[in-house]
């Protein structure tokens, strides 16, 4: 499947099955990665064969199980860096779906681990995405439309519609979809609501807007 494909058909899986992920599969991931850490001046890092950090009681709750592998949103401490780890971090999840794997964001259900990955001076855990063969494909959630989050109007242009329909299928904290997107001729400009993680969601947000517009049809503004 294209990137396309993969965002239509992702959804968010916390159940996972006890198969290890295949060494094609790991090098295919950590290539993403790298390019990621190289475009994006980040530190992710895959973890695979890990079961701990998800061995604890945020994780119990939130009903995650069979979580032994998991990349890692890792980067140099600056205001920038939660709409970073968002954007390159969606860039994985929708790679990881084309390779056949599941998902899931996660933001504080799990704990750190002594010796799994990397973290500099000056560096920061933001989040982790679960990742692995789910026992499930998950399932869709509803939102908001398209008029609650941007000033789409009937005649607006067919970039800005695909790229706001498609931002409507990004995965946000609690489904809570704080963001909102507004047009003024090809110029974009995106904005996150107040919340937790909302600078996390801006960059999956706008990930999935560049997808589906084209990033030749519009500049951030």
């Not at 965002?7 to 006890?18: C, E, G, K, N, P």
């Not at 980040?42 to 950090?53: C, F, Y």
């Not at 609650?148 to 946000?172: I, Q, R």
């Amino acid at each position: 499947m294209d990137r396309m494909e993969a965002m239509r058909a992702r959804h968010s899986v916390r159940q996972y099955l006890t198969q290890p992920l295949e060494d094609a599969v790991c090098r295919a991931l950590q290539a993403e990665i790298s390019a990621c850490n190289v475009s994006g001046k980040l530190h992710l890092q895959l973890v695979t064969n890990e079961p701990k950090a998800f061995d604890c009681l945020m994780a119990h709750y939130g009903k995650f199980s069979g979580v032994t592998n998991y990349i890692a949103l890792v980067g140099t401490k600056s205001k920038q860096l939660d709409e970073l780890c968002g954007y390159y971090g969606e860039r994985l999840v929708l790679k990881a779906q084309q390779l056949g794997l599941n998902t899931c964001w996660v933001a504080a259900s799990y704990k750190k681990v002594p010796g799994a990955l990397k973290i500099g001076a000056g560096e920061k855990l933001v989040a982790v995405i679960a990742l692995g063969y789910g026992k499930t494909q998950g399932v869709p959630h509803s939102g908001k439309t398209a008029q609650k989050v941007s000033n789409m109007t009937d005649d607006a242009p067919d970039w800005f519609c695909a790229g706001v329909e498609a931002a409507l299928l990004a995965p946000t904290a609690l489904n809570q979809q704080k963001f909102t997107l507004t047009r003024s001729g090809t110029t974009v400009s995106a904005k996150a609501g107040r919340g937790f993680y909302t600078k996390i969601d801006l960059g999956i947000v706008k990930y999935h807007f560049e997808l589906a517009a084209g990033r030749e049809n519009f500049n951030w503004g």
